[in-house]
T-cell receptor
Framework: KQEVTQIPAALSVPEGENLVLNCSFT??????LQWFRQDPGKGLTSLLL?????REQTSGRLNASLDKSSGRSTLYIAASQPGDSATYLC??????????FGDGTTLTVKP | NAGVTQTPKFQVLKTGQSMTLQCAQD?????MSWYRQDPGMGLRLIHY???????DQGEVPNGYNVSRSTTEDFPLRLLSAAPSQTSVYFC??????????????FGAGSRLTVL
C-alpha cells in the first residue's frame, strides 16, 4: 500500500525567504507525482505534475523535483510572498485513476 | 468550460438519511474519482472510475455507492448517513495526455455534516 508523508506539517517564514517542502512515498513504482495548493475552505489547484520519467518541473517561482529511487519529491518556492500562504499537498499516482495524498504542509508567509 | 461541478456545496443530514452528491465534468475525461478530506488531513480515495460502466473501490469505500452511466457524471450515494461521514467531499476528473501523466482537476467540494 502506498503511503505518502509530508514534512513539516506546518511552516512559518518571513516574506522573501526561499523554502523547501518535502514529500516522501513508500512505493517507487509510480506513474507521476503532482503538487497541489489548497486555500482554506477551498478546493485544490494543481501546481506542478512530474511524470515518472522526469526529474523536475518548473513554473514561475516554483520548482518540483522527483527522485523515484529514494521515494522523495521536493517543492521549492523562491522569494516567498504572503499570497503563497496555503496548504500544499502532494499526490502520488500509482495506478490508473488512483492517487494517494499526503496530509499536507501548511505554509504561512509573514509580511 | 465549467470543469468539474459538484452539488450541493453544503448539506446537513440526520443519522440514517440517504443522499446523493452530484459530480459532473465537461472535459471528456475518462477518469473520475471521489475523495473525502477530514480536518487537518489529506484526501482519501472513496471510489473511482476509469470509464463509463466501470467503477472500483478506493481506500475508504464503506457506506458509499457509485455508478458511472455516462462519461460526464459520477454521483456518490450515501446509503445511511453516519456522523463519521461528516467531511468535505471532493470529486476529481483526470486524463492521460501521455505515458505517466494523470492531471487531476478538482471540483470545489461539498461540505457534509451528519447530525
Amino acid at each position: 500500500k502506498q503511503e505518502v508523508t509530508q514534512i513539516p506539517a506546518a511552516l512559518s517564514v518571513p516574506e522573501g525567504e526561499n523554502l523547501v517542502l518535502n514529500c516522501s512515498f513508500t512505493d517507487s513504482a509510480i506513474y507521476n507525482l503532482q503538487w497541489f495548493r489548497q486555500d482554506p475552505g477551498k478546493g485544490l489547484t494543481s501546481l506542478l505534475l512530474i511524470q515518472s520519467s522526469q526529474r523536475e518541473q518548473t513554473s514561475g517561482r516554483l520548482n518540483a523535483s522527483l527522485d523515484k529511487s529514494s521515494g522523495r519529491s521536493t517543492l521549492y518556492i523562491a522569494a516567498s510572498q504572503p499570497g503563497d500562504s496555503a496548504t500544499y499537498l502532494c499526490a502520488v499516482d500509482t495506478n490508473a485513476g488512483k492517487s494517494t495524498f499526503g496530509d499536507g504542509t501548511t505554509l504561512t508567509v509573514k509580511p | 468550460n465549467a470543469g468539474v461541478t459538484q452539488t450541493p456545496k453544503f448539506q446537513v443530514l440526520k443519522t440514517g438519511q440517504s443522499m446523493t452528491l452530484q459530480c459532473a465534468q465537461d472535459m471528456n475525461h475518462e477518469y473520475m474519482s471521489w475523495y473525502r478530506q477530514d480536518p487537518g488531513m489529506g484526501l482519501r480515495l472513496i471510489h473511482y472510475s476509469v470509464g463509463a460502466g466501470i467503477t472500483d473501490q478506493g481506500e475508504v469505500p464503506n457506506g458509499y455507492n457509485v455508478s458511472r452511466s455516462t462519461t460526464e457524471d459520477f454521483p456518490l450515494r450515501l446509503l445511511s448517513a453516519a456522523p463519521s461521514q461528516t467531511s468535505v467531499y471532493f470529486c476529481a476528473s483526470s486524463y492521460y495526455p501521455g505515458p505517466g501523466a494523470n492531471v487531476l482537476t478538482f471540483g470545489a467540494g461539498s461540505r457534509l455534516t451528519v447530525l
